[in-house]
């Protein structure tokens, strides 16, 4: 999906032909100048996103997520699994903004150990879908040979359903896994491995059309023509121009990977269940939704918005990291 | 008999809507449709073929077996008019073999006449070697069943039964139809979906339609023996959801009229309650939640040998430990936080009926966290380090603690947690899906058999109302381990001549209030030798519609047992 | 050459584009006519503004982010800039037809050639479907596309660039409209196709006698068929001529370089092309002096002051510069305004 | 030989080099035909020499360019370049190779890596073939820079920073670092506007001059090739219709051809253009896949024969330096005068 | 085109068989018994024998070799003595649920009206709200109304189903009291009121799982029609002088469908593979159901087969959007 606001690329400089692009030309100023420091992509970047307002808050909104969950403990140092068996049930309050659950825990602490484990697993997981996505989609789009068996793999992926996956990774390395890095890591790294190892195919399809388009460009031809080996062209040439759809994968993949996680939570799959996340937090909210009903507010709105933060920020980059839009 | 417990059932209702004109009597039929919600659907409607709690009630309104257990655990004749005993000649005095008889007039519902030879042949459907049949256990020990006659069914066992009430007693042991089920013997049995779905059966429903973890339709049994029975023309029998879902639907939402197995937080089912469209009943039977300690040691670096008689427990084979572990339990915490009306602390593996239930152990029912560190200090645990955590010759006092997946239990292992970490014991919590831990896979090491953790907690009880067999499951004999591919039913590894030689004499023991003497003992031999914690004496939740008159949970039979009797309060 | 009253007559057009970093004048202050059939030629390289000013004056400019500030564009005694978008729609396709640079993106691939002809035919002649179908036929048959009434089914992928632009050149010509407007139409083609379009065109001139506006950036290509030409600079018309006057007697250093600038394929080979150095100019504010002063070798203080008006050079010959080539010096105070 | 008489030992040698596409259909994708975008290309080009090769878009002009450059594993034939094999060299024999030939291209938005800065881009063949110091890289990066006429403080800059005729200059800087002989300008001017094409002719003059450089100038403006080339070859259809010394070839065409091409050339000078008659070809270029029997021009041929619809007519020399591929030069054909006569100016080489 | 549909039929066969294998083997491994769920008060050895039974000591090849016999012999063979009352398959052998000891196909068949009723009807409701919005989206780009529909769209994305599934019951079922909470599967139709019966509990699945399909199905139409805004053709139906409805409705629509289209064909498997967690909040025991239940109940034969099926179908359709892309785009024209 490409989404492009008209209002640059539309400009009709007469003629239609590849527009080119205002320069000041052969000024006077140039020539004293000593050589200027190279004019950073990420700047113009930045100042295309800046103009999107929705991805301007998303991603505001979620830096703030980001901080509350890496700094909150500081400033909330209650534990997330301490029990007040007599503060239990209490709704918002000084002593617990956010109240606390049926076992007097703070939901707050819990609210932020949750996110931590999220946002974790949605960045972990988004990482490993990327990582493997652009693998097999610049493999098999660069080469030939490869390009049948690896879509008949990623055929394969798509068709292939998370929950067993997930219960057989569950049981292959759960116990090895727990006895090397303990139980809570063990699992992160199952649910991270499980929703990555299921989600990289539409990066790699994406990634794969574009090396294709890619391998048609000129400089493609040109840094042949130059003899640069498969190995070079791929880091110098390939990867960096697949970059763009690959950061609008990487914010849909945070979203789709935190929504997944909650899922799994939700089907009692994920983590263990004294261990908060957001998914699980709001499944276990739900049976005391009447009663209670910011137990289910909370997670779920917090699900919610950072998913829509991500989504607005994914929107936002498209549009900042088109280069017919940014070149000028 | 079956006229006192209409007249409790009766009192019972009037109690809960006085004002409600009851509408016992009257035609079959009369009271229109009842909706019942199984969060968990079941698979199949031949309870032969799956064990499972669900199907055995499904299929109860339909089967019957020749005698049920009430509410309270007695036997209540069903099909039979009388309960043979030694006294009235039904059971031989050597109790080597039981012979019933029939009622009169009793008739499948497709109008045919139930015989003996129906009986017989449920013998021969569930013990047929290549069945795979469920119930196997019922038979266990029946040498023969023959039909004397058309109502006569004599039960021979291979040695002296005292309790010989096995066999065709209970819902999960009733007795189908030979004309339905002759060709579906043995491996056959499976592919007998036709049958498998729609039994014939004796009781007041017959199937309509059966979708397999989804729905079912019953509709008034036409040659049901009872005269103006069911009340209702149909029954819709709703599976799938969730337990919170199910709760909703009758007390919330009035869609239905009975849920079952609402095993929800407390402060749930009393906030759905206060709607005012139903009400929460449960049913205490021998269910006990209890933490099983290891008496082995299932150390990882083991290997092979983990959680095997080789390698006794470092620590928790010293019943001190365990004592001091079970004082510093909040019981009646547990019960307020997880199970609310359907659950009682316990101290007691066997806590019902009443005659087996040991009041040896009660003290363990107050909250004692500073009894619990004197005995630690006394078995020599203290700790030395200051970091909070007691150790012996170098050892920490840290426990792993497993449980299957399931929201209660990870707040009941929440609290217990903190509480023992409180008495300097260091614990570490661990939850399984329920499929694996309670699957018995002998490759998978998450299994509760191989209870490769210090510590697990999960709920056990037994069927019917004679717990010897259940007892006999903490004979060394029957310890778990990689010769019996893990299979046995003694979990926590615990071995004592004692016990086994005094279980050998219950199995000898005919007289009621001797048996009852003897198992109090040995559920005493279990607590106090450090191999259980009993935690909660469990009862099974449900909830009907406060129209539904006639509901009479009993934990040792089908919870549907008396549906028969069921109507509506208009 | 056609002297009768102008069919078109567009008036100090302005159009400005908003880009996010501030605003294009894409089109300053243009003035021209269109004489009924004769054929306008328009000059000028990408950027300077000969394009927009078509799409302006009949409302195909999005906007935003286009705007026309200000202008009058009589058409038929009517202000087109003032006119109703339903209004312009009766124009467009009817009275008015387009032909644009490239064929291929030009014509919808999904629709038969045959529906895109039709299309204006129904819509502005309310011809039936059948009178439609033969009047396309018709028109293919007109355009020169052999097997006319079989390939009316055809996808335009199915026809080659040159093909394709005859079938452009079809629906313009539809509903035989007084002005027909070609943005380019030849530039995407090969010379070859480019030479059997030009004769096409010539030959429909001369049967239909529309007038015709052809933009290019071609001046062969103008040289062979105009009867009057203007060049385009930075927005502005900066020489204006009969072509031949154009040719033999430039009066503007732009005209007078891009001449130079392009080789022959006949005639004397110079050993070195001539350069117009620099860039053309993207303007972001009206201008206040000559735009080609950068780029020009004949500048002298006038021309950063102010921006050249159009000086009359000639009978129907107009340039916008200070420089008084006939008397190569600088302009007299005298024909301040034209 | 086909070079034109210099005597000099031609810097590229190409003897029917062939590029074919293949084209792949029904169930099992069996190759069923080809697309012939160079069906046996030959010439030479000396060194210092330009040669134009102009056709019109689809001719196999670009994949000639390129499957010289090795671009391409090519299907047939061969390529020599300062007495080097291309056409068959292994992979670090080709690589060794490459800093001698260096090509120019079409796009300059297109050719240029638009992630990576002019410094990189015109370092980049740098990296790849020498191993200088990072200051010895910058030196010459912007000595290359200062050659082309780019201001060296814009170095850092991105491509998209620049204007077309600009990033052409960063494009041509790229080909020139390696010090090569040989370079393939790609329709180097198609995509820029008239005021700047002079701009960029100009400058590849200059650099011929002063560096020496042997070019294969590939475009289909045909004015601008007779500006810049020394001889020219006319392609249509994967083949070579003409070669001939740029003044011979603009004065007298032979093949109709060129003629016709030559022809529909606009003539910006109205007085000219009224006077002129033109040939008009009829119909288009018919598609490579499927080429017409015999002479593939025989279908739009002003001059056709029978005998061009049945035999392809060799590429010949029939006058010193000019080559042409048609029947109307046939001598040998039994019976039958030739068509047109056999020019009588005689080729100059410059 | 043809040749093409064949060409990629023969290959999606290897493929198929790769994915049976990969699904065969990957369950096989998988932890789960379906012991599980039989109370603990049956004794060990009765479960041994139960499983001997569901035949799960055979080694794995066998059981794999059998099961493909299975599915591709009897299974069709069944289909066909059930369309045309033959007995081709009779004493054969067919895949049988462990959970329910009956066919596993007869069980899809069963859930099959009730998944494509409710998330099927989702889908196509989604995807008739999706469009309009789409379009009207991208061609007032930037608008009011674009702004509101990426928002929604947005939250689309963004809210799980057991969020607003549960929030929606609460609202509708508990508070007003307007739908039922419990999904009947029973119910037919067969009359208007059993009609409007069936739209009441209908609605609110529907409702959650459309919010899903508008959300993804809305982009894509904004970014096609984007696209297509800005080409050429549409300037050319503007200088026609076609009105804006036919430039948008008719030029720009019919090409920004062709890659809609396929996006929508390619959603179309999730249909008959359910929507897992709605049917599990609204208790439409649909397929979704069904393959959750199985892998709880560790029913191997179950989620093998539905697994496999669904693996099927996505192979299936990413052909049929091909030939959708082909049929619809005059351009594309395979072999």
């Given amino acids: 999906m490409t989404d492009r606001p008209d209002h640059t690329d539309d400009v009709p400089v007469a003629g239609n032909e590849a527009t080119p692009v205002p320069f000041n030309p052969v000024g006077a100023a140039q020539s004293q100048r000593l050589i200027e420091a190279p004019r950073s992509q990420l700047r113009d970047v930045w100042d295309q996103f800046k103009t999107h307002k929705g991805a301007l808050f998303g991603a505001g909104f979620f830096v703030f997520i980001l901080l509350a969950v890496l700094l909150g403990p500081l400033l909330w140092p209650l534990e997330p699994t301490f029990i007040d068996i007599r503060a239990r049930n209490s709704g918002p309050s000084l002593t617990h903004p956010f109240g606390t659950d049926q076992l007097g825990r703070d939901i707050l602490a819990r609210m932020i150990a949750g996110g931590r484990t999220s946002l974790a697993v949605g960045l972990t997981a988004m990482a490993l879908a990327l990582f493997l996505g652009t693998l097999i989609g610049v493999l098999s789009g660069y080469f030939r040979r490869l390009d049948g068996i690896l879509m008949r793999l990623t055929d394969l992926f798509l068709a292939l359903p998370l929950l067993p996956l997930l219960l057989v990774m569950m049981l292959l390395f759960r116990d090895s896994l727990r006895a090397a890095i303990g139980p809570e890591t063990g699992i992160f790294l199952l649910v991270v491995l499980g929703i990555g190892v299921t989600s990289w195919m539409p990066t790699a399809r994406i990634v794969r059309g574009d090396v294709l388009a890619l391998k048609e460009r000129e400089f493609v031809l040109a840094a042949r023509s130059i003899g640069t080996p498969a190995r070079r062209m791929i880091t110098r040439h390939i990867l960096p121009n697949v970059l763009s759809p690959v950061m609008v994968s990487a914010t849909l993949g945070i979203a789709n990977a935190i929504i997944t996680e909650s899922a799994l939570s939700f089907l009692g799959l994920g983590f263990p269940s004294d261990y908060p996340t957001w998914g699980s937090l709001l499944r276990d909210g739900t049976d005391y939704l009447q009663s209670y009903p910011e137990r289910v507010i909370f997670p779920g709105a917090a699900i919610s918005l950072t998913v829509l933060a991500v989504n607005y920020m994914g929107d936002g980059l498209r549009d900042a990291l088109d280069p017919r839009i940014r070149g000028r | 008999m079956k006229l006192k417990t209409v007249l409790i059932g009766a009192t019972a209702l009037a109690a809960i809507a006085p004002m409600a004109h009851a509408q016992e009597t009257g035609e079959r039929g009369r009271n229109g449709q009842l909706n019942i919600f199984y969060w968990q659907a079941p698979s199949t409607l031949n309870p032969y073929l799956s064990g499972g709690t669900k199907e055995v009630e499904a299929a109860s309104l339909v089967l019957e077996p020749l005698v049920r257990f009430s509410e309270t655990g007695e036997l209540v004749p069903w099909l039979v008019d009388e309960i043979p005993t030694v006294e009235n000649g039904g059971v031989s005095d050597d109790l080597t073999s039981i012979t019933w008889t029939l009622s009169e007039g009793v008739t499948w519902s497709d109008g045919t006449p139930l015989t003996a030879e129906d009986a017989v042949f449920t013998w021969q459907y569930c013990t047929d070697p290549e069945g795979g049949c469920a119930q196997a256990s019922y038979f266990d020990g029946v040498e023969n069943v023959e039909a004397v006659d058309d109502r006569t069914i004599k039960v021979t066992f291979s040695g002296p039964k005292p309790f010989p009430y096995t066999a065709f007693v209970g819902s999960e042991s009733p007795i189908i139809q030979k004309a339905q089920f002759q060709d579906c013997l043995g491996a056959k049995a499976p592919e007998c979906t036709e049958a498998n779905f729609n039994p014939i059966g004796t009781g007041p429903y017959v199937v309509d339609e059966f979708r397999p973890n989804d729905v079912i339709s019953y509709s008034a049994n036409e040659n049901f023996r009872e005269e103006g029975k069911p009340a209702f023309a149909s029954v819709n029998f709703k599976g799938g959801g969730d337990a919170a879902a199910a709760a909703r639907a009758v007390l919330e939402t009035g869609e239905y009229d009975y849920a079952w197995n609402l095993q929800l937080a407390p402060e749930i089912l009393t906030n759905m309650e206060a709607a005012g469209l139903g009400t929460v009943v449960a049913a205490y039977g021998t269910s006990v939640e209890r933490i099983e300690v290891n008496q082995t040691d299932p150390d990882p670096s083991l290997g092979d040998a983990r959680s095997t008689t080789e390698h006794p427990h470092p620590f928790l084979t010293d019943p001190r430990v365990v004592q001091a572990l079970s004082k510093a339990i909040d019981r009646q915490l547990l019960v307020d936080i997880g199970y609310g009306a359907a659950g009682q602390p316990t101290c007691n593996i066997l806590p019902a009926p009443e005659i087996y239930a040991s009041t040896a152990n009660d003290d363990c029912l107050t909250y004692d966290p500073e009894g619990a560190k004197a005995l630690l200090e006394e078995a020599g645990w203290t700790d030395t380090d200051g970091d909070g955590i007691r150790d012996k010759d170098g050892r920490k006092l840290s426990v792993l603690y497993q449980t299957s997946t399931n929201a209660v239990r990870q707040d009941v292992q929440a609290i217990i947690k903190q509480e023992w970490e409180d008495i300097g014991v260091e614990t570490e919590l661990r939850n399984i899906d329920g499929s694996v831990f309670f699957g018995g896979d002998p490759s998978s090491p998450d299994t509760f058999q191989k209870f490769y953790a210090d510590l697990e907690m999960y709920t056990n009880n037994f069927s019917g109302v004679d717990p010897e067999s259940y007892m006999a499951s903490w004979k060394c004999s029957e310890i778990p381990g990689p010769d019996s591919q893990w299979q046995g039913q003694n979990i926590p590894r615990f071995c004592s001549e004692e016990y086994d030689a005094l279980v050998d004499k219950l199995s000898q023991t005919v007289e009621l209030e001797q048996r009852g003497e003897i198992v109090k003992q040995l559920n005493d031999m279990l607590v106090q030798g450090g191999a259980l914690i009993p935690l909660i004496h469990r009862g099974n939740p449900a909830a009907h519609a406060k129209t539904l008159g006639g509901v009479k949970m009993s934990d040792w039979d089908s919870e549907l047992w008396n549906i028969k009797d069921w109507y509506r309060i208009q | 050459m056609p002297q009768n009253a102008p069919v078109l007559d567009v008036r100090d057009l302005t159009t400005i584009f908003h880009t996010r970093t501030g605003e294009v004048h894409a089109v300053n202050g243009v003035s021209f006519d269109l004489r009924r059939g004769e054929l306008l030629g328009v000059v000028g390289e990408s950027g300077s503004g000969k394009s927009v000013t078509m799409m302006s004056l009949i409302g195909l400019l999005p906007t935003p982010p286009a705007e026309i500030r200000h202008g009058t564009v009589t058409f038929e005694g009517r202000d087109l800039l003032r006119m109703d978008d339903a209004g312009l729609r009766r124009i467009r396709g009817d009275r008015i037809g387009f032909v644009f640079q490239d064929p291929m993106t030009s014509l919808n691939p999904v629709f038969p050639v045959g529906h895109q002809i039709a299309e204006p035919l129904r819509k502005h002649m309310r011809l039936n479907r059948r009178q439609a179908r033969d009047r396309a036929v018709e028109l293919l048959e007109l355009v020169g596309i052999p097997d006319a009434a079989r390939r009316l089914g055809d996808y335009p ?155 009359d050079v000639g009978p129907g010959h107009d340039a916008a510069c200070f420089w008084d080539f006939d008397a190569d010096a600088p302009r007299g105070r005298v024909a301040a305004h034209a | 030989m086909l070079d034109a008489g210099t005597g000099r030992e031609p810097l590229v040698r190409v003897r029917d080099l062939k590029m074919h596409f293949p084209i792949h259909s029904g169930l099992l994708r069996r190759r069923t035909g080809a697309v012939k975008a160079v069906d046996g290309v030959t010439f030479d080009i000396s060194q210092g020499e330009t040669l134009g090769l102009v056709g019109e878009s689809g001719c196999g002009k670009s994949t000639c360019g390129r499957a010289i450059l090795r671009l391409y594993d090519i299907t047939g034939g061969s390529v020599t370049i300062a007495g080097r094999d291309v056409a068959h060299a292994g992979p670090n024999e080709l690589r060794r190779m490459r800093p001698t030939m260096q090509m120019v291209f079409q796009d300059p938005q297109a050719s240029l890596n638009p992630r990576m800065t002019v410094a990189r881009i015109i370092a980049e063949p740098l990296d790849e073939h020498t191993r200088l110091s990072r200051a010895e890289k910058t030196a010459r990066v912007h000595d290359l820079m200062d050659r082309v006429g780019l201001n060296r403080a814009f170095a850092n800059r991105y491509p998209h920073e620049f204007s077309g005729g600009q990033r052409q200059r960063i494009g041509i800087a790229r080909a020139l670092a390696l010090n090569p002989r040989f370079i393939v300008c790609d329709e180097p001017i198609a995509a820029l506007d008239v005021s700047i094409q002079a701009q960029v002719v100009n400058l590849l003059e200059e650099l011929q001059d002063s560096l020496g450089l042997t070019y294969l100038f590939i475009s289909h403006d045909l004015s601008m090739v007779r500006h810049i080339a020394d001889r020219v070859a006319v392609m249509y259809l994967g083949k070579i219709a003409e070669l001939s010394p740029r003044d011979d070839l603009y004065a007298d065409p032979l093949h109709p051809y060129t003629r016709a091409l030559l022809s529909a050339v606009p003539e910006p000078d109205p007085e000219a253009a009224a006077a002129s008659s033109r040939t008009i070809l009829t119909g288009d270029v018919p598609s490579p896949a499927n080429p017409p029997k015999g002479c593939n021009f025989c279908t739009r041929c002003p001059s056709v024969m029978d005998i061009c619809r049945r035999i392809d007519p060799d590429f010949r020399e029939v006058a010193p330096g000019r080559h042409v591929a048609c029947h109307l030069y046939d001598t040998t054909q039994d019976g039958r005068p030739t068509a047109a006569p056999i020019p009588t100016r005689q080729g100059e080489t410059p | 085109m043809l040749t093409f549909a064949l060409r990629r039929i023969l290959i999606s066969i290897p493929t198929l068989l790769v994915i049976s294998l990969a699904i065969f083997l990957l369950l096989e491994l998988a932890p789960g018994d379906p012991m599980s769920q039989v109370p603990l008060t049956v004794p060990d050895e009765v479960k041994q024998r139960m499983r001997e039974a569901l035949g799960m000591g055979e080694p794995i090849p066998v059981r794999y070799g059998k099961w493909l016999l299975q599915f591709f012999w009897v299974e069709p063979l069944n289909l066909i003595d059930h369309w045309f009352g033959t007995t081709f398959a009779a004493g054969e052998q067919r895949i049988l649920s462990w959970q329910t000891r009956s066919p596993v196909m007869e069980i899809v068949a069963q859930r099959m009206p009730q998944t494509l009723w409710v998330v099927g009807m989702s889908y196509v409701v989604g995807v008739l709200i999706a469009l309009p919005i789409g379009i009207y989206s991208a061609y007032r780009q930037y608008s009011v109304f674009d702004q509101a529909g990426t928002f929604v769209s947005m939250i689309g ?4 189903p057991f969020f607003s599934g549960v929030l929606v019951i609460v609202i509708f079922s508990i508070q007003l009291q307007w739908f039922p909470s419990v999904y009947d599967t029973t119910h037919v139709v067969d009359s208007w009121d059993s009609f409007v019966v069936q739209l009441r509990q209908m609605i609110m699945p529907v409702m959650v799982l459309a919010l ?124």
Avoid at chain 3, 245 to 262: G, I, Q
Avoid at chain 5, 157 to 160: A, L, N, Q, R
């Fill in chain 3, 157 to 311: 992928h199915q026809f080659s660039g040159g093909m394709r632009q005859r079938v452009m050149i079809a629906i313009a010509l539809a509903c035989d409209p007084d002005v027909l407007i070609a943005d380019e139409p030849t530039t995407a083609l090969d010379v070859t196709i480019q030479a059997q379009i030009l004769e096409l065109v010539k030959d429909l001139r001369e049967k239909l006698g529309m007038a015709i506006v052809w933009i290019t950036h071609d001046l062969g290509v103008i040289a062979g068929i105009a009867d009057r030409v203007m060049v385009m600079y930075g927005g502005q018309i900066v020489e204006h001529a009969a072509v031949r006057e154009m040719f033999a007697r430039p009066r503007h250093p732009y005209t007078r370089a891009l001449l130079k600038t392009v080789p022959s394929v006949r005639g004397r080979r110079e050993p070195r092309l001539t350069v117009i150095e620099g860039q053309p100019p993207i303007l972001t504010a009206a201008p206040d002096a000559c735009p080609f002063r950068d780029r020009c070798a004949y500048r002298f203080d006038a021309c950063d002051r102010r921006n050249p008006p159009r000086f």
């Fill in chain 5, 157 to 160: 994305y963004s809210v799980p």
């Fill in chain 5, 212 to 335: 899903q399909t508008t959300a993804q199905i809305s982009r894509f139409m904004r970014a096609s029609m984007l696209d297509n805004l800005g080409q050429d053709y549409v300037r050319t139906a503007r200088a026609k002088g076609m009105s804006e409805a036919v430039v948008v409705l008719r030029h720009v629509l019919r090409n920004s469908m062709i890659p809609v289209v396929t996006v929508i064909a390619l959603g179309v498997p999730g249909i008959f593979g359910g929507a897992i967690i709605t049917e599990q909040v609204f208790k439409v025991n649909g397929i979704g159901q069904l393959l959750i239940t199985a892998i709880q109940g560790a029913d191997l034969p179950m989620v093998q087969t539905l697994t496999f099926i669904f693996a099927v179908l996505i192979v299936g359709f990413n052909l049929l959007a091909d030939i959708l892309y082909g049929l619809l785009d005059p351009r594309i024209r395979y072999d």
